[in-house]
Every structure is written in structure tokens, then in C-alpha cells.
């Protein structure tokens, strides 16, 4: 298919999917994905849940907490919300595990540019976050829970100071670009 009859089918699909208001209906598109990927349901349904679980689990507590504090059930817009989350995530992960997301990002030279960015920095912090795992692996015989959790809490320092240096190092490059 051509480029762009993919980009409007992903649009409208997208659309269609954020328009649902039901809750049975998204609980129906979400069954329908898995039966379209029956082969890979499983793959990918544990790809979009490792994606959005922390999300999804803060903006369903508080939700909880403000239905406590207001006085009212939340439990519809819980599964609503979740349901709407994941159904939008999955559809995502199928499209471009069939598409090429470069390919498909191609038509504007802006977009084909902070998505090499991104994929770039992707890559380079799944680098760093394997070498930190082995290195550590290399090191500890036992897996003490000590040293793990110090393990982590220095990875995520890391991490964080990482990510705040290259944002501002990515931000000055692209002003210099014309961006802003």
C-alpha cells in the first residue's frame, strides 16, 4: 500500500478508537485486536502493559483517592480510561510493527528529524541501561537485595541527570536549527 493510505487508515482507526464513549465497546476492540494478532497477543499485549502500567496505575489511584474524597464510584472510569489506554496503545504497537515508523514519518523533513532524534536516544540509553545490567551481573555473585536496590537507585540517578543534560544539549541544537 502506499504511504499515504496508511497514514489516513492510521488516523481514522486512531480517531475511531479515541471516539468510543462505551466501555463494552472498547472491551469489544480490545478482544478484536487480540484476535486479529492471535499469534502475537500475548507479545505485544505484555509490550503495552510494561508501557503504560506506571501511568495508568498513578491516574487510576488518584482517581480512586478523588472518588474517596468526592464521594463517588470511579470504578466506570477506571476500566474506561484503562481499557481506552490500552486499546490505543496496542492498535499503535500492530500498526508500526507493520509499518515502518521512519517511512511513515517521511512527509515532513521536521518530524523525520525529531524522530531520528528520538530513536537515536532510545537506542543509546537501551545501550547504556544493558551495559549497567551486565556490568552489575558481572559483579555481584549473589543477588542481595541490598546491592540491587543501591544498583537501581544509582542507575536511575544516572539516568535522570543523563536525560536532563541531553535534553538541554538537544534543545540548544535544534534552536539552532530554527525549531523554536
Request: aromatic residues 18%; charged residues 20%; proline residues 1%.
Amino acid at each position: 500500500m502506499e504511504k499515504s493510505l496508511y497514514r489516513v487508515l492510521f488516523a481514522v482507526a486512531l480517531i475511531a478508537i479515541l471516539l468510543v464513549k462505551e466501555v463494552y465497546i472498547l472491551g469489544i476492540i480490545v478482544l478484536f485486536e487480540c484476535i486479529v494478532l492471535y499469534k502475537n497477543c500475548m507479545k505485544i499485549g505484555k509490550k503495552v502493559i510494561k508501557s503504560i502500567l506506571f501511568f495508568n496505575l498513578g491516574v487510576s489511584l488518584g482517581y480512586i483517592l478523588l472518588g474517596f474524597v468526592k464521594g463517588f464510584n470511579p470504578l466506570y472510569f477506571i476500566i474506561y480510561i484503562n481499557l481506552k489506554v490500552y486499546a490505543i496503545t496496542y492498535f499503535v504497537f500492530w500498526f508500526f510493527i507493520r509499518v515502518n515508523i521512519v517511512d511513515f514519518f517521511s512527509f515532513s523533513r521536521d518530524l523525520s528529524y525529531l524522530l531520528t532524534i528520538a530513536l537515536s536516544q532510545i537506542i543509546s540509553y537501551k545501550k547504556t541501561y544493558e551495559e549497567f545490567r551486565l556490568n552489575f551481573k558481572a559483579r555481584v555473585i549473589k543477588r542481595i537485595r541490598e546491592r540491587q536496590k543501591g544498583f537501581v537507585v544509582k542507575v536511575f540517578e544516572f539516568f535522570l541527570t543523563k536525560a536532563l543534560r541531553d535534553a538541554n544539549e538537544r534543545s540548544l541544537a535544534m534552536k539552532a536549527r530554527g525549531f523554536f
